[in-house]
């Protein structure tokens, strides 16, 4: 069974930063890309950043370039979101997905962001 358990999100004044973490299990994670997606109140929800199976490539939503890193740790099944210069419209539920082969897409409980003074 996959299971995607996220962590790390909280209150944070703008322009602050914090480092959200995916831990995973129940599927071979080094052989997984890895998202992140957001969903803030009465919108989508909408894809992040991504990074492929080895790290070696990650790509962002035009809104968060420059702001946020996504990585990983394969030893540690963890993927993370490291999100610097925070702003308001970042508040959202910050969600960890990964594509299975035959599950289809699997998604974490979310972890609450707010950024507010």
């Known amino acids: 069974q996959v299971q995607l358990v996220e962590s790390g999100g909280g209150l944070v004044q703008p322009g602050g930063s914090l480092r959200l973490s995916c831990s995973a299990s129940?599927?071979?994670?080094?052989?997984?890309?890895m998202n992140w997606y957001r969903q803030a109140p009465g919108k989508e929800r909408e894809l992040v950043a991504f990074?492929?199976?080895?790290?070696?490539?990650?790509n962002y939503a035009d809104s968060v370039k420059g702001r946020f890193t996504i990585s990983r740790d394969n030893a540690r099944n963890t993927v993370y979101l490291q999100m610097n210069n925070l702003k308001a419209e970042d508040t959202a539920v910050y969600y960890c997905?990964?594509?299975?082969?035959?599950?289809?897409?699997?998604w974490g409980q979310g972890t609450q962001v707010t950024v507010s003074s």
């Open positions: 129940g599927f071979a994670f080094s052989s997984y890309a």
């Open positions: 990074i492929t199976q080895t790290g070696g490539t990650t």
């Open positions: 997905n990964v594509y299975h082969t035959w599950r289809g897409d699997c």
